[in-house]
């Protein structure tokens, strides 16, 4: 069981930036593949971002602007969220998976674990 613990979210204008952080109870070694997904109000979830060893992939409406990262040492991992646009008010939420793979996919079915969500608002 991985538990995940989001921060670092709330309000901010358009152009502004917000730094996700996410706790992982489990070490990078038991967690190759982590990310962040978004769901908007009235809209599907979508993927944001996912890491692994070998990097970063992005959504397309967040490339050049968010960059995800991790602190080995701290079990945690960030979303660095710049040029920030009201299209981007969602709830964030962290995701882990224990499985290694290659590459991690920006997919729901990936990730079996989930935190509770961090709350972005940005104002035009």
């Known amino acids: 069981q991985v538990q995940l613990v989001e921060s670092g979210g709330g309000s901010v204008q358009a152009g502004g930036s917000l730094r996700l952080s996410c706790a992982a109870s489990?070490?990078?070694?038991?967690?190759?593949?982590m990310g962040w997904f978004r769901q908007a109000p009235g809209k599907e979830r979508e993927g944001v971002a996912s890491i692994s060893t070998g990097g970063g992939t992005y959504a397309d409406s967040v490339k050049g602007r968010f960059t995800i990262s991790r602190d080995i040492a701290k079990n945690t991992v960030y979303l660095q969220m710049n040029s920030l646009k009201p299209e981007d008010t969602a709830m964030y939420y962290c995701?882990?998976?224990?499985?290694?793979?290659?590459?991690?996919?920006?997919?729901?079915?990936?990730?079996?674990?989930w935190g509770q969500g961090t709350r972005v608002t940005v104002s035009s």
């Open positions: 489990l070490s990078t070694h038991s967690t190759p593949c």
């Open positions: 995701v882990a998976s224990v499985l290694w793979r290659a590459r991690c996919l920006i997919d729901q079915q990936e990730y079996p674990y």
